[in-house]
T-cell receptor
Framework: DAGVIQSPRHEVTEMGQEVTLRCKPI?????LFWYRQTMMRGLELLIYFNNNVPIDDSGMPEDRFSAKMPNASFSTLKIQPSEPRDSAVYFC????????????FGQGTRLTVV | AQRVTQPEKLLSVFKGAPVELKCNYSYSGSPELFWYVQYSRQRLQLLLR??SRESIKGFTADLNKGETSFHLKKPFAQEEDSAMYYC??????????FGTGTRLKVLA
């Protein structure tokens, strides 16, 4: 397995544009997490899914952020419209549910909104 | 509410000195605690988990339920330990949260 795959690796966009980040979890993992990494706040949990169902989206900063998981092998995080303060590294992670299981991370998407 | 606190953003130590990265948590149930490490330009990866009571790369961490802490320790720091370290808590409803991270710099 190639691990968790995120695309794109880097995204530069203008303020006001729509941005879509993509994630392919590890096959067989039934939990998927989206995190945002910044210097100030560290690794913030935005939303997570279990068996493709969103469980908790309380970490999503604003209505401009939305996430979907249409099937077990794909998830998207969308920002519309994007703003400069959204600039950060966005990580996707997946794991199997169970006691003390490890979360496997993707390489991240570095988003810059100018 | 579940919460993980890492009070230090940056910790600088000299090579060969002991290291302690602090982590405190808040969770009403039985916590599952982890330490993750992110080396420069690499993805986050698991360093160790409390249930295993293992030593990885010389690092150990003990769960102290009385103090709600899970500090990461190493007796003698090495330059290759320089990285970002995150403490993580897995609690109810499949949630998996991280602290704000501590950057460890080991000076020659």
């Amino acid at each position: 397995d190639a691990g968790v795959i995120q695309s794109p690796r880097h995204e530069v966009t203008e303020m006001g544009q729509e941005v879509t980040l993509r994630c392919k979890p590890i096959s067989g993992h039934n939990s998927l997490f989206w995190y945002r990494q910044t210097m100030m706040r560290g690794l913030e949990l935005l939303i997570y899914f279990n068996n493709n169902v969103p469980i908790d989206d309380s970490g999503m900063p604003e209505d401009r952020f939305s996430a979907k998981m249409p099937n077990a092998s794909f998830s998207t995080l969308k920002i519309q419209p994007s703003e400069p303060r959204d600039s950060a590294v966005y990580f996707c992670a997946s794991r199997t549910t169970g006691m003390n299981t490890e979360a496997f991370f993707g390489q991240g998407t570095r988003l810059t909104v100018v | 509410a579940q919460r993980v606190t890492q009070p230090e953003k940056l910790l600088s130590v000299f090579k060969g000195a002991p290291v302690e990265l602090k982590c405190n948590y808040s969770y009403s149930g039985s916590p599952e605690l982890f330490w993750y490490v992110q080396y420069s330009r690499q993805r986050l990866q698991l360093l160790l988990r409390h249930i295993s009571r293992e030593s990885i790369k010389g690092f150990t961490a003990d769960l102290n339920k009385g103090e709600t802490s899970f500090h990461l320790k190493k007796p003698f720091a090495q330059e290759e330990d320089s990285a970002m370290y995150y403490c993580a808590l897995s609690g109810g409803a499949f949630k998996y949260i991280f602290g704000t991270g501590t950057r460890l710099k080991v000076l020659a």
